[in-house]
């Protein structure tokens, strides 16, 4: 059978080269024009991007997959359609599954599950065994394997000494180890963020200081040794400015920030809806100011999802009871244009979400990756089509992934994704799912 071909027509491309109106033609998996006027060629499926954005697929730096071991929440191919209704044409897979991603067997499991997946599957390995924090993982094979991210996500690696050999590590295996910033002696006990709003619930805080303390460790660690290093997450305002010292000292650093922690505040816990209890939890609105300014002056280099879905039964319990985490893939991109609509220019919002996240990861074009590279003749087809100015009201019900944990049923948001190509075909259309 002939490979299929798809024209993308009426759209704004927009890239690391900028902008500019154009069609776009892929045949097979590769695009193979772009241009104004592009004439449709025979047994072509046309996508409409009339009024659209067209950019590189989405690439989302952390992803709870829960395969193996948390099928009954989510799975390799549910998660993936849902990352795919949100633009995603890449995730991260956390390894914090049940067994961990921490051996070769199982991490060459999960990349055979994502062969016939939505979104391509990369896989972040766990740094220690059983994520214990005790004994390293057999990194040289993992690496070997492809990966190229490293964590403990979940848990920070607590002891200094086992994070500066995994470190050393690292830096001649040539990848990055990201790192999940929390003090565990710290932050012991606590459910939400620590200050005015805890000690009016009565709900027992987790202090920035525990986020802050691992962050200011693995600098200096990072300064010591000259290996990279990816922060996860980072929620407070002493977080992002010990990042930016970094960063002006030409440290090696990257790290990222989640939709939530941009614009919710730990407020939203007098509700006492488990729904809101993340980690790090979400923080008071200083916090979330300085994260927003972080990531508008390129302090914070991506916006990652941390798509943690839980059944519903899980997150019914009492507060302090519930696990941590929310769903975000399939609202993300509009959450983050809702809210930082006029602030964050959409060349900048595209990055966060796309080149940066996948040059990270190691996904990107020039690494010999298929994501994140300019919508250009010869690039992969990875693509997602978004409607700046589609207002639509989130649905819980409607919702791809298998949990439904988000905080934000109910609310209106603007901009959404109309088509994602992945791969050359186009896995979403008008907003749906095709697989």
């Known amino acids: 059978m002939p490979e299929r071909r798809i024209l993308i027509r009426g759209g704004t491309v927009l890239d690391e080269l900028g902008e500019r109106r154009a069609d776009v033609l892929v045949d097979g998996a590769t695009i193979v024009a772009v241009s104004e006027g592009l004439e449709a060629p025979q047994e072509v499926t046309v996508l409409d991007a009339g009024g659209c954005l067209v950019a590189p697929g989405l690439v989302d730096l ?44 199982v991490v060459r499991d999960v990349l055979a599950l994502g062969e016939t997946a939505s979104a391509e599957v990369a ?27 490293f ?15 995994a470190l050393e590590y690292a830096s001649d295996l040539g990848i990055t180890l990201a790192e999940h910033c929390e003090d565990e002696q710290l932050a012991r006990g606590g459910h939400m963020h620590e200050g005015a709003w805890s000690s009016r619930l009565g709900i027992p805080g987790q202090p920035a200081l525990a986020e802050e303390a691992m962050v200011a460790r693995d600098i200096g660690l990072v300064r010591l040794t000259g290996a990279r290093m990816h922060f996860l997450h980072l929620s407070s305002a002493g977080s992002v400015e010990l990042l930016r010292r970094a960063k002006q000292a030409g440290l090696p650093v990257t790290a990222e920030v989640t939709p939530h922690h941009l614009v919710l505040t730990d407020a939203e816990v007098a509700s006492f809806d488990p729904v809101f209890k993340v980690n790090p939890p979400l923080r008071a609105g200083d916090d979330v100011a300085a994260v927003r300014a972080a990531l508008l002056d390129g302090t ?50 595209f990055a966060a979400f796309s080149w940066r996240p996948a040059r990270i990861a190691g996904l990107d074009t ?66 749906n799912a095709q697989r």
């Not at 395969?67 to 998660?79: D, F, I, L, M």
């Not at 896989?123 to 991210?149: C, F, H, Y």
């Open 62 to 105: 952390h992803t709870h997959l829960r395969e193996p071991g948390g099928e009954v929440a989510e799975t390799v191919e549910s998660g993936t359609r849902a990352a795919a209704v949100g633009g995603y044409t890449a995730v991260v897979a956390m390894p914090n599954t049940e067994p961990a991603l921490d051996n070769p067997s």
């Open 300 to 349: 914070l280099d991506a916006v990652a999802t941390d798509h943690a879905p839980h059944l519903t039964e899980e997150k019914e319990a009492p507060f302090d009871q519930a696990p941590f985490g929310m769903t975000g893939l399939e609202t993300a991109l509009s959450i983050v244009t809702t809210h930082l609509d006029g602030s964050l220019p959409r060349a900048d919002l």
């Open 366 to 431: 020039a690494s010999g990756g298929r994501h994140g590279g300019p919508v250009v003749p010869g690039n992969p087809a990875n693509i997602v089509v978004f409607d700046p100015g589609a207002v639509w009201t989130v649905d819980i019900g409607d919702m791809v992934s298998r949990s439904r944990n988000s905080p934000f049923g109910g609310r209106k948001l603007q901009g959404r994704v109309r088509h994602t190509v992945f791969e050359g075909e186009p896995v979403v259309v008008d907003g």
């Open 123 to 149: 896989v972040a390995a766990a740094i220690t065994i059983g994520r214990k924090g005790e004994q390293l993982s057999p990194m040289g094979e993992l690496a070997a394997l492809g990966v190229r991210l």
């Open 151 to 165: 964590t403990d996500d979940g848990r920070g690696v607590q002891d200094a000494g086992i994070m500066r050999r």
